[in-house]
């Protein structure tokens, strides 16, 4: 049968007046939806979530002694639950509404004015990129807890999640991510959050675990993580999910993306080998956990230049990252006594920044890279970017804790300590063998 002839005229009618909208809508340049765009950003939003439900719990978890395991995952999950509620109360508005140069206004609150059909000048609907972005808001405080496992009140991450959130992490994601954001105007390059994410979390915690002091027996009895396999599974799932992260980032499904993921992957794979070599080196004998924490060392330095630097710049990137983040570890728990517990300042704290000061570099065409043109200006302005972020988030870290201190206190009796947080706070056990 053939359709066209039977079809009826009004049908043909209407079909035309719908074709000619659609065109009229591309000739102005007006968005339209992509069902390929937002396929992906439907995808890369699970793998984001996916990094911490469970990557990032099970890597954590694993870290941990036996005794503590159950909280490491308890914190991970609530501050998922946490930042969630947030997020669509009033973070969201925060970050991405227009505002002014320093913070966005409410127009959003509650999500106010965003619906299923809104596109916000995109290629898929903008209910997708508040979820894509709520994933990112769940995983910066979730990193900062690996500083302060095993001593710190349950209340306290509660109460830290929420006022970090909106202190730290919101402001400097509308700095540096919107496009009213002050160093956005500046043109920083931070494609998924070297700054926003590794550099706010690394510094963060690093002032967390110094004011809340070591746990006892540091560092004269440095406890060795309870199940390296679990480690290996958590970091595995953090690999995967980190595509979502950075590739993701650019928001759409296309040749970008696709290079995004590739030197994301090298970078990995590179700074994994590097970690294995040096600590063979200096140990006599290769580690699991240690490849593993090279692999997120890779990760964390990429992030912020994947969107720029090609394949031979992710080579380089993953090699520093191998090497530096090594032995900032050390550098971290031996020479300052700080007890970060899960290296978490060494890992991403110095990764991120040295990602995000090094894209100025390995992002011109020298080194294969893409959108910078001078690297002396580039670099320059990284390091404004850097410099901002790293000493506003650690200033208001430090009267975070000052305000936990005065309403709860943030650290567990030395008795809850020996007994393990998953009893004492949770009533539960990681293991019952019975």
Not at 72 to 101: N, P, R
Not at 134 to 154: Q, Y
Not at 175 to 181: A, H, I, L, R, T
Request: with cysteine.
């Amino acid at each position: 049968m053939n359709y066209h002839r039977t079809r009826p005229f009004w049908a043909t009618f209407f079909l035309l007046l719908a074709s000619s909208a659609a065109l009229i809508a591309q000739e102005e340049g007006a968005p339209a939806l992509d069902s390929g765009d937002t396929a992906w950003m439907l995808t890369a939003t699970v793998l984001v979530l996916f990094m911490t439900l469970p990557g990032l719990a099970l890597f954590y978890g694993g870290l941990v002694r036996a005794k503590n395991y159950l909280s490491v995952l308890m914190h991970c999950f609530v501050i998922a639950c946490l930042a969630s509620v947030l997020w669509v109360v009033a973070l969201y508005s925060l970050a991405f509404s227009d505002g002014g140069k320093f913070i966005g206004d409410l127009q959003h609150l509650g999500l106010r004015g965003i619906g299923s059909d809104e596109l916000n000048g995109g290629t898929f609907p903008e209910t997708i990129f508040v979820m894509f972005q709520m994933t990112f808001a769940i995983i910066t405080p979730a990193l900062v807890i690996g500083a302060f496992v095993e001593r710190i009140k349950f209340t306290a991450v509660l109460i830290f999640t929420a006022l970090w959130l909106l202190v730290v992490y919101t402001p400097v994601c509308h700095w540096v991510w919107n496009s009213n954001g002050w160093l956005y105007d500046r043109g920083v390059l931070d494609l998924a959050g070297g700054i926003v994410v590794h550099t706010t979390a690394g510094v963060s915690a690093l002032i967390m675990a110094r004011m809340l002091g070591p746990r006892d027996g540091f560092p004269k009895h440095l406890h060795t993580p309870h199940s390296p396999g679990m480690v290996m599974t958590g970091a595995a799932m953090l690999w995967v999910g980190w595509f979502g992260f950075n590739a993701g980032s650019q928001v759409a499904a296309n040749g970008a993306a696709g290079m995004t993921m590739l030197v994301t992957h090298i970078a990995a794979a590179v700074a994994s080998l590097t970690w294995m070599c040096v600590e063979w080196m200096k140990t006599g004998k290769p580690g699991l956990v240690g490849i593993v924490t090279g692999m997120v060392a890779g990760l964390a330095t990429i992030t912020p230049a994947s969107g720029n630097v090609g394949p031979m710049g992710a080579v380089l990137l993953g090699l520093l990252a191998g090497v530096i983040c090594y032995f900032a570890c050390g550098f971290i728990k031996e020479k300052l006594g700080i007890d970060d517990s899960l290296d978490v300042f060494a890992v991403h704290g110095v990764g991120g920044i040295m990602g995000s000061v090094l894209v100025a570099v390995f992002g011109t065409a020298a080194f294969g890279g893409s959108g910078v043109d001078d690297m002396g200006s580039q670099l320059t302005t990284q390091l404004i970017g850097v410099g901002a972020v790293a000493l506003w988030s650690a200033v208001a870290t430090v009267i975070i804790v000052f305000i936990i201190k005065a309403v709860t206190g943030y650290r567990v009796s030395r008795d809850d300590e020996n007994e393990g947080l998953d009893q004492s706070a949770h009533g539960e056990a990681g293991y019952n063998f019975d």
